[in-house]
Every structure is written in structure tokens, then in C-alpha cells.
């Protein structure tokens, strides 16, 4: 079954509104949580690496103001996508490590953002 | 930083053919490489992966080869059928260096009856 649990699977929104991602470890704890973002037939895009209790790290070109992301606990990161554009459409998929360093990282499936 | 070329890019064989994906990397320090299999609208799943230290690993109809001095790996898929269409992508990891994941460009495998 999933390790990975995201939430919503999908989701519209209109521009200048906010929308939260959760991202969930199931059955294990992750301290390391990952984001990536994905267009329609192309690769994922990592956007940030988000550390438990700490700050987010981001990948050069991803604005750390519009793209909030939170990991507050071993089990949940959450991303929030602030004053929603439509260019910010995409879909928004989140990575936990399973185990110790060296373990596979383990997707969840994705969330599809549509800003009207 | 790391770069992975994925290459073909579509790849359409009949049921029962072998489909083979193939993948070069940039780092010689990259020491783990997964595949992952992406089906429409959903997240990628992890279907073998290999590390620097392991030439070959298989998995029924599944394998993965790796050629560390032409940093070089491939995926290959045996007999296939049509529940193996979709979209395939390697990536390469530096384990322990942020384990952060660097994606080929993917590869859409169509299997035809």
C-alpha cells in the first residue's frame, strides 16, 4: 500500500487565493520531505527540500514567499501556494525518504492545482 | 550539479516485446539510480533501483544494468503487456549528499496488442 499520502488529489482555485498541500508519511517518520513540481509531459522539477523543524531549503528559481512550506511534525509537511496565479496550475508532488539515508524515496500521488 | 539525458523519448512495442530505456548521468559520485513508473495523474512509483556497487539486478520482467566507468544505466522490461504503458523516468542520487533526486526527461512506453 501508499507510504505516501497527499492530499487533496486535486484541487481549483481562483487567482489571488491560497491553497494548502499535505503531504503525509504513513507508517514511518520522515524527517526529510521532498517537493516537486511537475508540467503537463515533463519531467519533476524539485522545488524544495523540506527539513522537520527547520526551515525549507529551495532550489534556485523557486520563490520561498509564494511556495510556504511547513514541517512541523515526522509525519506531515504541508505546501502552500500563496496569491495563486494561473501559471502556478500544475501538478504538485511530494517525496518522503523510507528508512535511513540511503533508503528509496517514495512518492505520493500528486495533487493537481487549477487556478482559475 | 548532476544531469541525466533519458533517451527514447516514446517508445511503442508490441505485447510480448522487450522494451529497453536507457539513461546517461554526468556525476561520478552518484551511487544510487531507481526507476520510477508514472501513470496518468497519478505520483511515480518506485519499480527497481540499483546501486554504484551492483552491475545488474533483476526482477522478473524487470532488470537494470549499470556501467559505472560509461556512466551508463538501462532499464529493461521483458514480454511486455499493456498494463506496462505508461511513463517511465530514471534518476540518479547522491546518497547522503542531501539525497536530493536528479530526474531524466522520461520515456512514454506505449504497448501495443
Known amino acids: 500500500g501508499a507510504v505516501v499520502s497527499q492530499h487533496p488529489s486535486w484541487v481549483i482555485c481562483k487567482s489571488g487565493t491560497s491553497v494548502k498541500i499535505e503531504c503525509r508519511s504513513l507508517?514511518?517518520?520522515?524527517?526529510?520531505m521532498f517537493w516537486y513540481r511537475q508540467f503537463p509531459k515533463q519531467s519533476l522539477m524539485l522545488m524544495a527540500t523540506?527539513?522537520?523543524?527547520?526551515?525549507?531549503?529551495?532550489e534556485q528559481g523557486v520563490e520561498k514567499d509564494k511556495f510556504l512550506i511547513n514541517h512541523a511534525s515526522l509525519t506531515l509537511s504541508t505546501l502552500t501556494v500563496t496569491s495563486a496565479h494561473p501559471e502556478d496550475s500544475s501538478f504538485y508532488i511530494c517525496?518522503?525518504?523510507?528508512?535511513?539515508?540511503?533508503?528509496?524515496?517514495?512518492f505520493g500521488n500528486g495533487t493537481r492545482l487549477t487556478v482559475t | 550539479g548532476e544531469n541525466v539525458e533519458q533517451h527514447p523519448s516514446t517508445l511503442s512495442v508490441q505485447e510480448g516485446d522487450s522494451a529497453v530505456i536507457k539513461c546517461t548521468y554526468s556525476?561520478?559520485?552518484?551511487?544510487?539510480f531507481p526507476w520510477y513508473k508514472q501513470e496518468l495523474g497519478k505520483g511515480p512509483q518506485l519499480i527497481i533501483d540499483i546501486r554504484s556497487n551492483v552491475g545488474e539486478k533483476k526482477d522478473q520482467r524487470i532488470a537494470v544494468t549499470l556501467n559505472k566507468t560509461a556512466k551508463h544505466f538501462s532499464l529493461h522490461i521483458t514480454e511486455t503487456q499493456p498494463e506496462d504503458s505508461a511513463v517511465y523516468f530514471c534518476a540518479a542520487i547522491i546518497t547522503g549528499g542531501g539525497n536530493k533526486l536528479t530526474f531524466g526527461t522520461g520515456t512514454q512506453l506505449k504497448v501495443e496488442l
Open positions: 507508517d514511518f517518520q520522515a524527517t526529510t
Open positions: 517525496s518522503a525518504i523510507l528508512g535511513p539515508v540511503n533508503s528509496p524515496l517514495h
Open positions: 523540506s527539513n522537520e523543524g527547520s526551515k525549507a531549503t529551495y
Open positions: 556525476d561520478s559520485a552518484s551511487n544510487y
